[in-house]
């Protein structure tokens, strides 16, 4: 069994790797105000970003979809990595050494298989590249020069060279520790007569990263005349890698794409490298594949939603990758409306361009890109003879459900107006928009049809709104001023305790009338209190997550401790109003409880407890009236 990682070496690795630092690897983040960063959550499918990270707590948290917790956490979830695994990694990351407990550390057996898969396509990545350096690759260095790339452009890339020879990786990664059986799940090693052999053999190798920066897989170019396989071959799908799920080049493309808010999609690797090498540092490519809707999530995390972003296709002009482009952008059209079609002269790819024209070339092409909308209604209307009346209308048969599909209707009118010009129809353009129009009006009554024809689902309430998190009780409602308050001493106690200790830690749990609220005041208190977090605020809040009883109150734990307060000046005063009137309404509830007794009681009752309730009250009304008069000096 695995030996448990020292718990002293998982804190080290938490408090070494700042949480925003590891989630930018994966989107854009932007300032959200008191200190907060915030993205489009990589969890759920979103447009607007309600996911925020506190570098100074090491937390996030989705507002969305709720998902929420600390460095490891995030790892974890985005990349489906066991504890151990993701512990494993932010510790190489550091440069800490891990200590393991019940029997030492065996690397073979206690890391966990994606971890090990992924190592082992590390050492391949390394394997190739000193092979490329080899008498045998001479012809992948030639294939290179070639096309432009000198050996600084390989190293920058990685690329490598497959030996010829059946099983030279294979032999190579056992000598390593690994298994036949890791081989196989890899996708570098596949079935031979005799046991496992080489997958990729006298290929030049290009490392695919994710958007991490790991190798989770390999494209491969054919170069020898007797290789009678296809010209390129990838990885096969493997626990680690989804060609659908990656985009070539964007551990290289990531940082470029958020600064200038523009990501250019490719055909291939050396289209990548072209580009590149010519100064368009935000190009990336698919990997054997069309581009598809989990690529479009993945650039969209890069670049944000904002008016400027940009997504410039230099698929080839034909009907093919004009229509991918389109699918891909089916479900976004906001992101569609911003997504544009560069065309090379004489339909050379980004490669051939810069070998044929120099660098300049290819930087002008990009930035003479067309919109993809207008590109699709040229396309269409170059394929007909639009001097005639019957090429007129054969392609405004195929060109006006393009324009009826655009949901925004101040774009669909202007491609409207549009394609009436390009068909001729320049003193009369109301006979194209209105047969738009009908077609726009048409599909809507379909979708509107067959979404009368579903069984409703049920309206996904947000946290705020749901049932408690820690324990039966009403609904949270946060138009109720007592809940507000609550929800703000709890954010004060959790993000800013020194402005709320001592006096926090002496409120009870009945104080708080939300109950997930009231399950969250508990999870303080067993983590020793507020007064705990005035030293070091990760590891008190670290606490305050264990301490929770279940995921559901250890959510509300993250959520509180990284949502902005609603008060512009966060202050002693600030947090003394909050204390206050959470306080005096948990006084006031205590008063009207006291005075139902005494009326139950009557007169006629004991008179030794009649006169102690009356005491309670007169007690409870005095504090009270302090504490509408004296504020916090009252506490």
């Known amino acids: 069994m695995a030996g448990r990682i020292n718990d002293d070496d998982v804190k080290a690795v938490r408090d070494a790797v700042p949480i925003d630092a590891v989630v930018s690897d994966y989107l854009q983040l932007r300032s959200a105000g008191g200190g907060n960063l915030k993205g489009l959550c990589p969890f759920h499918d979103e447009k607007s970003p309600s996911f925020q990270v506190s570098p100074s707590k090491g937390l996030f948290h989705c507002f969305g979809c709720q998902e929420g917790g600390d460095t490891i956490a995030f790892v974890m979830k985005i990349d489906h990595l066991s504890f151990s695994e993701t512990v494993e990694r932010l510790a190489a990351k550091a440069g800490i050494t891990l200590r393991y407990e019940e029997g030492g550390y065996n690397p073979a057996s206690q890391r966990g298989e994606r971890t090990r898969l992924v190592e082992a396509?590390?050492?391949?990545?390394?394997?190739?590249?000193?092979?490329?350096?080899?008498?045998?690759?001479?012809?992948?260095?030639?294939?290179?020069?070639?096309?432009?790339?000198?050996?600084?452009?390989?190293?920058?890339?990685?690329v490598g060279y497959s030996p010829v020879g059946w099983d030279h990786l294979t032999r190579f990664l056992r000598g390593k520790g690994f298994t036949d059986k890791e081989l196989l799940l890899s996708g570098l090693s596949q079935d031979g007569r005799r046991g496992p052999i080489d997958r990729f053999r006298g290929r030049l190798m290009w490392p695919i990263r994710d958007i991490s920066g790991e190798v989770v897989g390999f494209g491969a170019r054919k170069l020898r005349e007797d290789d009678n396989g296809p010209k390129y071959l990838n990885t096969p799908e493997t626990s680690i890698y989804k060609k659908s799920q990656v985009l070539y080049g964007?551990?290289?493309?990531?940082?470029?794409?958020?600064?200038?808010?523009?990501?250019?999609?490719?055909?291939g690797y050396t289209d990548v490298m072209a580009c590149h090498v010519a100064g368009v540092a935000n190009a990336v490519?698919?990997?054997?594949?069309?581009?598809?809707?989990?690529?479009?999530?993945?650039?969209?995390?890069?670049?944000?939603?904002?008016?400027?972003?940009?997504?410039?296709?230099?698929?080839?002009?034909?009907?093919?990758?004009?229509?991918?482009?389109?699918?891909?952008?089916e479900d976004d059209q906001k992101f569609a409306a911003r997504t544009n079609i560069a065309i090379s002269p004489g339909g050379m790819d980004p490669c051939e361009l810069r070998l044929a024209q120099g660098d300049e070339?290819?930087?002008?092409?990009?930035?003479?890109?067309?919109?993809?909308?207008?590109?699709?209604l040229r396309?269409?209307?170059?394929?007909?003879?639009?001097?005639?009346?019957?090429?007129?209308a054969a392609a405004l048969e195929e060109a006006a459900p393009v324009v009826a599909h655009i949901k925004d209707e101040s774009i669909r009118h202007k491609y409207a107006v549009m394609l009436s010009g390009l068909l001729g129809y320049v003193t009369d353009n109301q006979f194209v928009v209105q047969r738009i129009a009908r077609l726009t009006r048409r599909r809507r009554n379909q979708v509107g049809n067959e979404a009368g024809r579903t069984v409703a689902q049920p309206t996904p309430q947000s946290y705020s709104e749901s049932p408690s998190a820690g324990s039966s009780g009403p609904p949270l409602n946060l138009r109720s001023p007592a809940h507000r308050t609550e929800r703000e001493l709890l954010k004060l106690a959790l993000q800013r305790p020194e402005l709320v200790s001592p006096a926090f830690d002496a409120y009870g749990e009945d104080e708080f009338t939300a109950p997930p609220y009231a399950a969250v005041r508990r999870a303080i208190e067993d983590a020793g209190g507020a007064e705990q977090g005035l030293e070091s605020a990760p590891e008190y809040l670290a606490r305050v997550r264990d301490a929770a009883p279940n995921d559901a109150?250890?959510?509300?734990?993250?959520?509180?401790?990284?949502?902005?307060?609603?008060?512009?000046?966060?202050?002693?005063?600030?947090?003394?109003?909050?204390?206050?009137?959470v306080r005096l309404r948990a006084v006031d509830r205590r008063v009207r409880d006291v005075t139902g007794t005494l009326t139950r009681l009557g007169t006629q009752s004991d008179p030794d407890h009649y006169a102690a309730v009356q005491r309670e009250l007169w007690v409870l009304q005095q504090y009270g009236q302090s504490l509408r008069n004296d504020g916090a000096a009252a506490l």
């Open 361 to 376: 070339a290819v930087r002008a092409m990009i930035d003479g890109s067309t919109p993809l909308f207008e590109f699709a």
């Open 379 to 392: 396309s269409i209307v170059d394929r007909h003879d639009v001097e005639t009346p019957e090429g007129q």
């Open 250 to 267: 964007v551990d290289l493309a990531k940082k470029d794409i958020a600064k200038a808010s523009r990501a250019v999609v490719v055909e």
């Open 285 to 329: 490519a698919t990997c054997g594949t069309a581009f598809g809707g989990d690529h479009v999530k993945i650039l969209r995390r890069l670049l944000m939603d904002n008016s400027r972003s940009k997504v410039i296709f230099t698929f080839d002009g034909d009907a093919a990758g004009q229509r991918a482009a389109l699918r891909a952008f």
């Open 121 to 158: 396509h590390k050492i391949a990545a390394e394997f190739y590249v000193e092979q490329l350096s080899g008498p045998e690759a001479e012809t992948g260095r030639k294939f290179l020069a070639e096309r432009g790339f000198d050996q600084a452009a390989a190293e920058h890339f990685g």
């Open 553 to 581: 109150v250890r959510a509300m734990v993250t959520e509180l401790a990284v949502e902005v307060f609603h008060g512009k000046t966060i202050d002693e005063v600030y947090a003394g109003q909050q204390l206050v009137q």
